[in-house]
Nanobody, 115 residues
Framework: QVQLVESGGGLVQAGGSLRLSCAAS????????MEWYRRAPGKTRELVAV???????YYADSVKDRFTISNDNAENTLYLQMNSLKPEDTAMYYC?????????WGQGTQVTVSS
């Protein structure tokens, strides 16, 4: 029902910034919540940020005050603005959305932060 295509990952130095994008298509009118997850080497998947269709947001403590989740409704695109990046932010980042009993996932985009 929903297709998610991510972009924006890359290699940056500590203290730098990146903006991740997730373009949604398909049954986008059914989307209520969109999420960013990440999975670092040797660690389990972590919920990073959430935005609801009424604008409410949630952030993990590890990224609060550094990351911002937002949505451009005109472009059907989810964003994650990442500032003051740290080496421990290095991970594969995924966007996701629960719709009609399923969770749909993007393909993931790699973020690597050097010290």
């Amino acid at each position: 029902q929903v297709q998610l295509v991510e972009s924006g990952g890359g290699l940056v130095q500590a203290g730098g910034s990146l903006r991740l994008s997730c373009a949604a298509s398909g049954s986008i009118s059914s989307i209520v919540v969109m999420e960013w997850y990440r999975r670092a080497p040797g660690k389990t998947r972590e919920l990073v940020a959430v935005i609801g269709n009424r604008g409410a947001t949630y952030y993990a403590d590890s990224v609060k005050d550094r990351f911002t989740i937002s949505n451009d409704n005109a472009e059907n695109t989810l964003y994650l603005q990442m500032n003051s990046l740290k080496p421990e932010d290095t991970a594969m980042y995924y966007c996701a959305t629960p719709v009609s009993g399923n969770r749909y996932w993007g393909q993931g985009t790699q973020v690597t932060v050097s010290s």
